[in-house]
């Protein structure tokens, strides 16, 4: 008979457990349900329709003072120097130039807008011109800039290298110069 009783009291004891945690979890549900939608609430004040008219006014004219602010801003100047595209010479600069595997690889970008012309590279080492190229030039969005050069390095002495390209596009002519360490 003791056997029964222990048992018919873990069965109720198990089931006031159980009932325990399901309201536990309830309560819990509640108050994330509710935090999570109690600021979620509109911007807007509560009207209670005990306003005075001078809160009313001050919030207008606050309000219209504010759209005022928004509405009037300075306006703002483009590029206030010279237009390189009006120049009567070429510019530019060489963006990148180094070795990329077995290959001298080099890149120009022309100050100018240009649809098209010739860029014309010559490598020069100790003074004597030890490669030269010539390819086209192609346009950018308001820049252009020339094909690419990418050389044997096979061709090339190792040491200090100058970069002459010259730029030759609508009657004007240019040059760009650099440096490169192979």
Do not use: H
Not at 17 to 28: D, E, N, W, Y
Not at 114 to 131: F, I, N
């Amino acid at each position: 008979m003791a056997q029964r009783r222990r048992r018919k009291n873990r069965r109720w004891l198990g089931k006031i457990l159980f009932l325990m945690l399901i309201i536990l979890a309830g309560v819990v549900c509640f108050f994330v349900w509710d935090g999570y939608f109690r600021d979620k609430g509109t911007d807007a004040p509560k009207e209670t329709g005990n306003f005075s008219e001078e809160v009313v006014q001050t919030t207008e004219k606050e309000t219209s003072e504010k759209t005022a602010e928004v509405i009037e801003k300075e306006e703002i100047k483009q590029y206030e120097g010279e237009d390189p595209n009006e120049a009567n010479d070429l510019t530019g600069v060489v963006t990148y130039a180094g070795v990329v595997g077995d290959e001298l690889v080099i890149r120009v970008n022309i100050d100018q807008y240009l649809a098209s012309g010739s860029c014309e590279l010559s490598l020069l080492q100790d003074g004597a011109v030890v490669y030269s190229d010539t390819v086209e030039i192609i346009d950018s969005a308001s820049t252009a800039t020339c094909a690419g050069f990418n050389v044997p390095v096979s061709s090339l002495n190792d040491g200090e290298i100058g970069i002459r390209i010259e730029l030759d596009a609508n009657g004007k002519k240019g040059m760009i110069a650099g440096e490169v360490r192979i």
